[in-house]
């Protein structure tokens, strides 16, 4: 318990200490002016609240995330504390923060654009696929989850006749309910539907944080939460996932996730004030790894601590939703059990549509196609969901999830590089941003190498020093044009 309220407090304080300090090297100035006033246009760029905004960036960064990577990132055991605290604090909400900043500053340009801006055409052109390809990734994933979830847990009319892939015609039928609401909400002006019903599930993820929490306070006696003694990996076969890089990839979301700084300029054009950034950015991802810890710490202590935990996922195949449908089952009773799994399908939901809308977006100002007008956003979106639909139904979920995981820390990787470079060229110190770019370099190069989804190594030594190689080849390629440009 001591380990787990030293990590709250210290995720607390981070918010009012080194937040504030980035915004000072920042230069926050809330007299200038943002693009919800400069580019109005009634459709993405629209002012809204700041209570809000950050309850629509909380659900767009946290989705699913903080709650199945955590539960099965506690399986490593306690020092999943120390990466979800110290990755939140220094890389996470620094990396959100920083890229939302400099996006706010410009107009409210795509990720791309930014990169582009920072490391280069090529890097843009690169990034300009990559990052269309990853929302269309992530848009499988939050459409085929909840679409299960739902289709399990919702008594629906039985049809035996299976269809496409297996998938049985009530699971398709629920696919198709979610995909209407993505296309609407991918299309519509972002107040009219996003900006209406984000900030009911954001209560709702809060509040299920708030209610594990008071159950791991109020019964300690019985769910014992495990102290960090050692940072040794405790997982069932820690051989085959080492703590690097597997844990640095199995709890992305509530430490530091790629796919979070291709939200924050969707919310860069609607802030009414650059004085609004730290909440909303640096607040949203502390909030998100709040979340995170406290169901890693759940997961732990209610079965009896990370062994039993790891007996569970054995048990329930590695499922994380059935894994939450247990501990809230026990603790909390039916009512909040069905309010839980109408909180986690909104989850998933919530950042599957803004997915959708953030790749929208990037196309828009890849070929400087303007979206005031409905068909020109109609005509973007199509390819997208075509493309997320044959995912869907080609690729089973299990390899969806590896890839995108991977992905999702190498768009970190990029974007952290992207902010080194800023804070280079406004004179600003560089290791706030060059530290953590080069611990995730080194993360997703050495899983290159370990992953049995990629090279699969079984000489460890090697990959590790492969995977530093590679860091430090691109750690002097960024260097070199940074120096260069």
């Not at 030293?6 to 918010?15: H, P, Q, R």
């Not at 809330?30 to 609240?49: A, C, F, H, L």
């Not at 190689?469 to 750690?475: D, E, F, G, N, R």
Request: charged share 10%; hydrophobic share 55%; glycine share 8%.
């Amino acid at each position: 318990m001591i380990t787990f309220l030293l990590c709250l407090a210290a995720l607390v304080i981070a918010y009012f200490t080194y937040g504030k300090y980035l915004e000072k090297v920042c230069g926050i100035d809330e007299t200038n002016p943002v693009p919800s006033q400069t580019m109005y246009d009634g459709v993405d760029y629209i002012p809204m609240p700041r209570w809000k905004v950050f309850l629509i960036q909380l659900l767009n960064i946290a989705g699913l995330g903080p709650i199945f990577g955590a539960l099965l990132g506690a399986a490593y055991g306690p020092v999943a504390f120390l990466w979800i605290t110290l990755g939140g604090i220094f890389m996470g909400a620094m990396h959100d923060f920083i890229a939302g900043v400099i996006s706010l500053k410009s107009n409210g340009q795509s990720l791309p654009e930014i990169i582009g801006t920072y490391l280069g055409n090529g890097t843009r052109g690169f990034m300009r696929i990559f990052s269309v390809l990853l929302m269309v990734l992530v848009g499988a994933v939050f459409m085929s989850q909840p679409a299960e979830l739902i289709a399990s847990n919702v008594n629906l009319p039985s049809l035996e006749v299976q269809a496409f892939s297996g998938m049985s015609w009530e699971l398709i039928s629920v696919l198709a309910v979610i995909l209407v609401y993505y296309i609407m909400a991918t299309l519509l002006p972002i107040d009219k539907l996003i900006g209406r019903i984000y900030p009911l599930f954001g209560i709702a993820l809060l509040v299920m944080a708030v209610s594990i929490l008071c159950i791991l306070l109020v019964h300690s006696d019985t769910y014992i939460i495990p102290e960090l003694t050692s940072i040794d990996n405790q997982i069932t076969n820690p051989e085959k996932f080492p703590i690097v890089p597997m844990l640095f990839t199995t709890i992305a979301c509530g430490a530091i996730s790629g796919f979070h700084a291709t939200q924050s300029p969707m919310m860069a054009r609607c802030m009414k004030s650059e004085k609004q950034s730290r909440s909303i950015f640096y607040g949203a991802m502390i909030s998100e790894s709040i979340v995170a810890l406290i169901w890693a710490a759940i997961g732990m202590a209610f079965w009896g601590g990370v062994e039993g935990l790891n007996a569970a996922i054995a048990e329930h195949g590695g499922s994380a939703a059935k894994l939450v449908n247990v501990i809230t089952s026990t603790t909390m009773g039916p009512l909040i059990t069905s309010f839980v799994l109408v909180g986690i399908i909104g989850c998933a939901i919530t950042s599957g549509d803004t997915a959708f809308r953030c790749a929208r977006l990037i196309v828009a100002d890849m070929f400087g196609i303007g979206q005031k007008k409905f068909i020109k956003r109609l005509l973007v979106s199509l390819p997208l969901f075509a493309g997320a639909l044959f995912i869907i139904f080609a690729l089973p979920f299990q390899t969806i999830w590896s890839y995108f995981a991977w992905c999702n820390q190498t768009l970190a990787v990029i974007t952290l590089w992207c902010i080194t470079v800023y804070l280079f060229k406004k004179g600003k110190p560089v290791a706030i941003g060059m530290l953590p770019a080069l611990i995730m370099t080194y993360v997703c190069s050495s899983y290159i190498f370990i992953s049995p989804m990629m090279f699969g190594m079984e000489n460890r030594m090697l990959a590790y020093i492969l995977g530093g190689v590679l860091t430090l080849v691109i750690a002097a390629a960024v260097h070199f044009k940074a120096r260069k440009g």
